[in-house]
């Protein structure tokens, strides 16, 4: 198999996943959807779906995205094939803090820039979706529409927001409807970003477009004044917003710089929704490869439990191998160096970061699965601390490998792909099987203890007073029994962002329950989580820019 660093026509990359012009909607010269005739195609030998998940993020970086787009390049350049799954970036973050999010240096997809803009529309999509869905509920609301036996909407218990996707703090909570009887009913309403959409976590799960328009009919917009549920089904909504999502709802073909194919699709937070590429995208991949290579966001605390518990559980599917991303400047930082120091030579630092790591492998063998440690090498990190790290994972019972994907490619995760290889075809004969911390039937508080105490190492579960009351409503309206998805600080093990490292004898406490009836669990906000990000003093729409020749700049952290 060639590798280059010239990028190919869509219809070569799509050839090599063997997919057929016939099967491809064209967007452009470089990016494609996949044909809706896809969607039901049954997999005669699913390949190996290998997680990439990482330690808690910290201001040094870990590359994750830049790891999982370099396993592949290398498992490529050894003679596999394989193919990436990823998110889709939110324009929120692109402006934010973050910045794009195609990798990074050699193992990027592209077109970057237009993955990291407006791509082939999908969040968008997404968004009118979620609005539409909105506008109609307090249209019921004006016309004091009736539900049945229901009665009408009360505007007192709208539980749906609006989205937008941008990060914008001064739409968290505002009054719409002012301006007299014409223009509405005030009230009380708040805007959440696009990725945070229950239309969004929708569209990541759905399996299929009967099974999308079930999804979207099922969620509920508010309450009537007798406290019965009204959905989108009751609002008559689900048929238009399935028709706005007709093509956001089909993966998107991509390459990496070495031109292996990359479905890129649906992109829900991981500290805040369930942080993972869409079923639909993750089905078709390991359809179309041997080794199918996919992320979850964050940490592996948020994205990767969410991963297993909440997608893998749905989609019936489970990893063979999770390979989480570390660095040393970031575990530095977890063993309580500061940030300006973080790229200096500090064993007794990294020795208490690594606590941090081993935390995350301990959470991992309680899924019963194997781990690779994927030290993304800096090329100012010192021989002496890369073994002190290989050292320290091989006492903790994982394998370790470097990489330096940035700066090479495949050629710098040739070492990662074959021992992430290695270990995937150790269970050709019999693969991981599935092994979720609560059963369905659990009780709330069992499944957000089982969550805290084992991958967050928490003491203890704490629902607040107004939790308690909106999970016996939701309890009341039959979805008490739904999975959990926790909305949780990325930053930390627990719900505080400055607890770096590995803390101990904390409380995650749990402040407010939202229902996702269409995605299929309910969201426990702990600590001080928000579902609309806010800029920051210095935001990296700053440094964005478009220059004369037509490429855009600045889309990327360093990027200047």
Request: glycine share 10%.
């Amino acid at each position: 198999m060639t590798n280059t660093f010239q990028v190919r026509s869509i219809a070569e990359v799509a050839h090599e996943a063997g997919l057929s012009p016939s099967e491809l909607i064209p967007f452009g010269h470089d990016k494609a959807k996949l044909s809706a005739k896809l969607l039901n195609a049954q997999p005669q030998s699913p390949g190996r779906l290998i997680l990439v998940s990482a330690i808690n993020p910290t201001p040094a970086g870990e590359g994750k995205t830049t790891t999982a787009i370099g396993l592949q390049m290398g498992l490529r350049r050894i003679g596999k094939r394989a193919m990436l799954a990823l998110r889709e970036p939110s324009l929120g973050p692109v402006f934010g803090v973050k910045g794009g999010g195609t990798g990074g240096g050699r193992a990027s997809l592209y077109p970057a820039d237009d993955i990291n803009l407006h791509f082939t529309g999908d969040l968008h999509a997404i968004t009118t979706a979620h609005n539409l869905l909105a506008a109609l509920t307090d249209n019921a609301i004006y016309y004091r529409q009736r539900f049945g036996d229901k009665g009408e909407l009360d505007a007192r218990q709208i539980l749906l927001s609006r989205a937008l996707d941008m990060n914008d703090r001064f739409l968290r909570r505002c009054i719409i409807g002012l301006g007299g009887k014409a223009h509405g009913t005030p009230r009380e309403a708040r805007f959440d970003i696009t990725a945070a959409s229950e239309v969004m976590a929708v569209l990541a799960l759905a399996s299929s477009y009967d099974d999308l328009r079930t999804r979207l009919g099922r969620i509920v917009v508010g309450a009537t004044e007798s406290g019965q549920p009204v959905t989108a089904d009751d609002l008559q909504a689900t048929q238009a917003m399935v028709a706005v999502l007709r093509d956001a709802l089909l993966p998107n073909l991509v390459q990496t710089l070495e031109g292996g194919p990359a479905l890129v699709h649906c992109g829900p937070f991981a500290n805040i929704a369930h942080g993972c590429s869409s079923v639909l995208a993750t089905k078709l991949g390991l359809g179309l490869s041997d080794y199918l290579v996919t992320e979850a966001g964050f940490g592996f605390d948020l994205g990767g439990e969410k991963f297993l518990d909440l997608k893998c559980r749905q989609l019936g599917v489970w990893p063979r191998v999770v390979v989480l991303v570390a660095t040393l400047r970031a575990l530095k930082l977890h063993g309580g160096a500061k940030l300006a120091q973080a790229a200096a030579p500090d064993e007794n630092a990294l020795e208490r970061g690594m606590a941090h790591l081993g935390k995350h492998l301990d959470s991992l063998k309680r899924f019963g699965l194997p781990a690779v440690v994927a030290i993304n090498a800096f090329p100012d990190d010192t021989e002496a601390e890369l073994s002190q790290v290989e050292a320290a994972v091989a006492q903790l019972g994982a394998r370790a490998a470097r990489s330096t994907a940035f700066a090479q490619g495949g050629a710098g995760a040739t070492s990662l792909a074959e021992i992430v290889a290695e270990l995937a075809e150790q269970s050709d004969a019999q693969p991981p099987s599935p092994r979720f911390l609560y059963e369905l039937d659990d009780p709330f508080q069992t499944k957000l203890e089982q969550i805290a105490r084992t991958v967050y190492g928490a003491a203890a579960v704490n629902v607040s007073a107004t939790a308690q009351k909106d999970l016996e409503r939701l309890s009341a309206w039959g979805y008490g029994k739904l999975p959990v998805c926790v909305a949780k600080t990325q930053l930390s093990l627990s719900d505080e962002p400055s607890r770096v490292g590995l803390p101990t004898g904390h409380t995650i406490t749990v402040r407010e329950v939202r229902l996702s009836a269409g995605a299929g669990f309910l969201v426990a906000l702990t600590g001080e989580i928000v579902t609309m990000p806010g800029l920051p003093q210095k935001p990296a729409a700053w440094n964005i820019a478009l220059t004369d020749s037509g490429k855009v700049r600045g889309l990327m952290q360093n990027d200047g």
